[in-house]
């Protein structure tokens, strides 16, 4: 159960500070500047944990097991991050935003899924669906 558990609060713990640090990023820096700083920052911590974690293997070995995906991913996290910095500078409220970034996310996930990975859509999905729709509705009234 602990497996299944601890992943879901790292998510959320890192949400809450994500969001938290993204609304308070101050406006007059260039978006890119401050992810910038940002990467480095993450990028030496990752570096720094994969030898506390990973004692004993050749960091190089493990960079030649990458695919394409490592560096999509690195693209995609930047638009990920600039979407939300944007949206804060842009008047976006902190209960708000996440939600409705969140909904929208999971509402295109459930096509993508079926889409990409033959996975079945179901009833409970759509009614889900149909949930999340009147649940943005009242949280921007």
Do not use: D
Not at 29 to 48: G, H, K, P
Not at 69 to 81: A, K, M, P, S, Y
Not at 102 to 124: H, P, R
Request: glycine share 6%.
């Amino acid at each position: 159960m602990w497996n299944m558990l601890y992943p879901i609060l790292i998510i959320v713990v890192s949400n809450i500070l994500y969001n938290v640090c993204a609304k308070q990023t101050p406006g007059e820096i260039n978006a890119f500047a401050t992810l910038s700083i940002t990467y480095l920052v993450a990028a030496i911590v990752s570096f720094v944990s994969f030898f506390v974690s990973a004692r004993g293997k050749n960091i190089f070995a493990e960079f030649s097991k990458t695919n394409w995906t490592t560096f999509v991913l690195g693209i995609v996290i930047i638009g990920l991050e600039l979407g939300y910095v944007l949206a804060y500078r842009n008047g976006w409220k902190m209960n708000t935003v996440s939600v409705t970034a969140n909904i929208a996310l999971a509402v295109a996930l459930i096509f993508v899924a079926a889409i990409f990975y033959k996975e079945s859509i179901t009833l409970k999905q759509i009614a889900g669906v149909v949930l999340c729709a009147g649940g943005l509705v009242l949280i921007s009234l």
